[in-house]
């Protein structure tokens, strides 16, 4: 029988999978398998459905992220990853999730309604200003980032610099094609680091083949 083993705050191993433990039981978000420990009832987070999981999966060994954590996410999508995050702020945390797409954002809404720490915002993350009313009083002690457009390492930057309290953390995944669609990947990838560098440690950048082609997570701190 496998053994359920803490990898970080509220992040555990089972057997050879990662996995949160469900804030809201019985009740799966996108198909993924539960199983139960101890009268405990854990989510596994498949990494081929999450940049975050495939990240743990490939090393990353801290999100910086607890209970009661207040965490900004952008590109929400219909909140695969952050229904995991959510397990680990638990009740008392709050994750603003941003994104562009309403039809999206219609089925993140939904998610909102069963997690009472989520808050949808329907907005387009390059114009960060337009939703501070949201997040006022509040400050963001970690920022995500996945969001498939042009200028990811400018809009994780804008979002950063209203957002992101100093030495926190930021977590940026990168579509090296939606950037370049002809260069090496890891020359993308490390350029977009390089555009971080004045404003944020990076601390490590982790591939997340094979979860993903031709992406990466830069992990990083805010000076």
């Known amino acids: 029988m496998s053994q359920v083993r803490q990898l970080?705050?509220?992040?555990?191993?089972?057997?050879?999978?990662?996995?949160?433990?469900?804030?809201?039981e019985?009740?799966?978000?996108?198909?993924?398998?539960?199983?139960?420990?101890?009268?405990?009832?854990?989510?596994?987070w498949n990494p081929n459905r999450s940049k975050v999981a495939a990240a743990i999966k490939n090393g990353l060994r801290e999100l910086h992220i607890g209970k009661g954590s207040r965490i900004l996410y952008l590109g929400a999508a219909e909140g695969t990853t952050i229904s995991h995050l959510s397990d680990v702020?638990?009740?008392?945390?709050?994750?603003?999730?941003?994104?562009?797409?309403?039809?999206?954002?219609?089925?993140?809404?939904?998610?909102?309604?069963?997690?009472?720490?989520?808050?949808?915002?329907l907005a387009d993350a390059s114009q960060p200003n337009l939703y501070k009313e949201y997040l006022s009083g509040f400050t963001i002690d970690a920022l995500f980032q996945d969001v498939s457009q042009k200028n990811q390492a400018e809009i994780f930057l804008k979002n950063a610099r209203i957002y992101l309290k100093r030495d926190a953390y930021g977590f940026l995944s990168l579509k090296a094609r939606s950037i370049n669609a002809t260069d090496p990947a890891e020359k993308i990838i490390n350029a977009e680091a390089k555009k971080l560098e004045n404003?944020?440690?990076?601390?490590?950048?982790?591939?997340?083949?094979?979860?993903?082609?031709?992406?990466?997570m830069i992990y990083c701190k805010k000076k």
């Open 199 to 216: 404003e944020f440690e990076i601390l490590e950048i982790i591939n997340l083949h094979p979860y993903e082609k031709e992406h990466a």
């Open 89 to 121: 702020v638990r009740e008392k945390g709050t994750i603003f999730g941003v994104d562009i797409s309403a039809r999206s954002m219609r089925k993140f809404i939904y998610l909102c309604e069963q997690r009472k720490n989520l808050v949808p915002i």
């Open 8 to 24: 970080m705050e509220g992040i555990y191993s089972i057997g050879g999978s990662i996995a949160t433990q469900n804030m809201v």
């Open 26 to 44: 019985g009740k799966q978000v996108y198909g993924e398998q539960l199983a139960h420990f101890d009268g405990k009832e854990y989510r596994l």
